[in-house]
């Protein structure tokens, strides 16, 4: 039986517009440029430059790194991946309309293998495709590169039905061998599988019978078939790299992909460049570059967002947000989020073989320590002095927005603001207070702890004094280490307690994975998917039985009984839910779609959405950041200049591109 029909919509499904072909100002300056240059350049479709090129490339060219791209981009002619200079700068954007993202969180890789974060995600729901996605009005399960679907009757095989028209950038068609070739790359090379290996571990055989059916066998039934959000990548690229452990996927651009975006350059905590997919099966995105361009500083991002150089600001703070409130041609967007924000405790870093590492505090290993500093917490204050009223008060692991896994402990469950208990509880776990008002073990080691706080996020910063102040009338020293890198120490567990949030899906199951005991990494110093090194039987056994049942009533209890395990082993606390807190100036942007498309998000979606379907203010040029040109302008120089500037500028491309830009 089919579990699904190609999307559809009782009323008109905005995302679903159809946008063939290329905008007006291209085909004008196509058509201006061909009326002087036909005796000299032959126009050639786009699909037939990509597969010409995809030929030139297997006839022979460099490695980097274990890889090689198709690379239309700036790779020199010797294969090195030496940038050349192709007469834009750096810190500029070159299309007419630009759809600029500020971001201040790094990319930790771009490779869909090893990524984790959420701007590195967000960029490859961007640039690949996954089987399936999720509705913008109500998340359910919708067409993706998969068509359509269905288990056996035991379902314990899956049977793909992969569309037609999906193509890679260079021109190849996307097809079910990419998807068989992906799923097993993570099966058998664990390096593959950092990032998503929980999709695949209960995975037994996958195979692609044809190029339009792709089949899954199970080893036992698997509840989020529906819902693996796995990038499928292209074989052809991708069976090329070696070490799927250090291959960030950076070296050579565009990166070959069938999204409805390409990815055209990157540079470490300045930028990512990306335009449209013309040949995106959904229809080609209406703004002609989107970029991400990177803030340290979020004061700094909402200045140029003021000033029109950038478009989007996320991650607003409470006073950010007020102070843009009635800014002109600026709207605020203020949504329940799907973050969660904790605190993270350092349970002990252990490896799967038993090794154990870091320098986490001893006396946090006693769940009444962690107790009591949860006791001092006061989530009604950081909910309304550090987000001002813009979050809801945190409990369980899933946002109360996606309501089916949505849990709350009982009253006599609640770990609920006391700090006359939180004391009681240290004295009787043996740390009084000496003469100078500090807490002491019977060692006499002094209870002061260390938090990991990442320098771009002021609500670290802020909670952090408040913490301070809380455990130290408690006789608690906390040092707040604010660090623009807090993966290195966090990996080596070089911590005691950090500030820890993730975005979940409308499956759960990828966020329920990363506290299982098959997330830790295999040894100490190796990569795994775990978030803070938890794990505890008790909740992988539930893990297991969640995973495989597909009665939605009885899976939900299930998710809601792991929260509860994760809430009472202490080694998380969530403090709070932060609504997702947003802006945009609205001269540049006409429309853009949330998700939920009732009161949602617009970054960090569980899909492409919002940058595929916004649309470019009809007044004015979107941001460039200081470059790009306007149609109008170069139309008003007079069509004479244009040509002869056409030409030549035409000329030069084409006489660079034989050589390395491939454009």
Request: proline residues 7%.
């Amino acid at each position: 039986m089919i579990t699904t029909a190609p999307h559809r919509s009782p009323r008109p499904n905005p995302l679903l517009r159809s946008r063939p072909g290329r905008r007006p100002r291209r085909r004008l300056r196509l058509l201006l440029a061909s009326a002087v240059a036909a005796s000299a350049l032959s126009a050639v479709p786009p699909q037939a430059q990509a597969q010409a090129q995809a030929q030139a490339q297997a006839q022979g060219t460099g490695a980097v790194h274990g890889t090689e791209q198709f690379a239309e981009g700036r790779t020199s002619a010797d294969g090195t991946g030496a940038r050349e200079d192709d007469g834009k700068s750096d810190d500029k954007d070159g299309a007419d309309n630009v759809l600029t993202v500020a971001v201040s969180q790094s990319v930790d890789s771009l490779s869909p293998f090893l990524a984790q974060r959420l701007v590195s995600t967000s960029v490859h729901r961007l640039i690949y495709e996954y089987l399936t996605n999720y509705d913008a009005e109500d998340a359910r399960p919708i067409p993706g590169l998969a068509t359509a679907w269905s288990p056996s009757p035991d379902k314990l095989t899956w049977t793909y039905t992969i569309r037609k028209d999906s193509t890679w950038s260079d021109g190849r068609p996307a097809t079910a061998e990419d998807a068989a070739w992906t799923f097993n790359k993570m099966m058998k090379d664990p390096d593959a599988a950092t990032a998503n290996g929980s999709f695949t571990a209960n995975f037994a055989e996958v195979t692609a019978p044809d190029p339009g059916t792709l089949v899954i066998r199970l080893k036992k039934p698997q509840a989020n078939m529906t819902a693996l959000d796995v990038p499928i990548v292209p074989k052809h690229i991708w069976e090329k790299v070696g070490d799927f452990a250090t291959f960030n996927n950076d070296t050579r651009f565009p990166v070959v992909g069938n999204g409805p975006f390409v990815l055209t350059d990157f540079k470490v905590d300045q930028y990512i460049r990306l335009r449209p997919n013309e040949d995106f099966w959904r229809g080609a995105p209406k703004f002609d570059e989107l970029v991400f361009r990177y803030y340290k500083d979020g004061d700094a991002a909402v200045a140029a967002l003021r000033k029109g150089e950038v478009s989007f600001v996320p991650n607003l703070t409470p006073a950010q947000a007020a102070s843009l409130e009635n800014a002109e041609n600026i709207k605020v967007n203020d949504a329940p989020g799907r973050r969660f924000f904790a605190l993270a405790t350092n349970p002990g870093a252990r490896a799967k073989n038993g090794g154990r590492f870091g320098s986490g505090h001893p006396a946090l290993l006693d769940p009444v320590v962690r107790k009591a500093l949860f006791h001092a917490v006061d989530r009604r204050t950081i909910v309304d002095k550090v987000f001002q009223g813009h979050a809801v008060e945190g409990e369980g692991y899933i946002p109360p927005r996606f309501t089916p896994y949505f849990w709350k402990p009982d009253a006599s469950q609640r770990i609920a603001h006391d700090p006359a208990k939180a004391a009681a509880l240290l004295d009787g776990a043996g740390y009084r207070k000496n003469g100078s008002g500090k807490r002491v073990g019977k060692d006499g080691r002094p209870l002061d702890f260390r938090i990991l706080c990442h320098a771009t996020d002021p609500h670290d910063k802020a909670v952090g004094k408040y913490l301070q102040e809380w455990w130290g009338e408690l006789g608690v020293g906390l040092k707040v280490d604010c660090l623009d890198n807090v993966s290195d120490p966090w990996l080596k567990g070089d911590y005691d307690l950090a500030f820890d949030g993730w975005s979940v899906n409308p499956d759960p199951d990828f966020v329920l994975s990363i506290h299982t005991c098959s997330a830790l990494p295999a040894t100490p110093g190796g990569t795994g998917a775990t978030d803070n090194f938890i794990c505890d039987e008790r909740f992988d056994r539930l893990y297991a039985q969640q995973a495989v049942e597909y009665d939605a009533d009885k899976r939900g209890d299930l998710v809601r009984q792991m929260q509860s395990r994760l809430y009472d082993t202490g080694f998380m606390n969530v403090m709070v839910y932060p609504n997702a807190l947003e802006a945009y100036r609205t001269d540049q942007i006409k429309s853009i779609t949330t998700m939920p498309e009732a009161a949602g998000n617009l970054y960090g979606q569980d899909g492409y959405w919002s940058w595929w379907s916004a649309e470019p203010a009809a007044a004015g040029r979107a941001a460039s950041g200081g470059g790009g040109s306007s149609a109008a302008v170069a139309i008003g120089i007079g069509i004479s200049v244009v040509l002869v500037i056409a030409v030549g500028f035409l000329t030069s491309r084409r006489r660079r591109a034989t050589a390395d830009d491939r454009e």
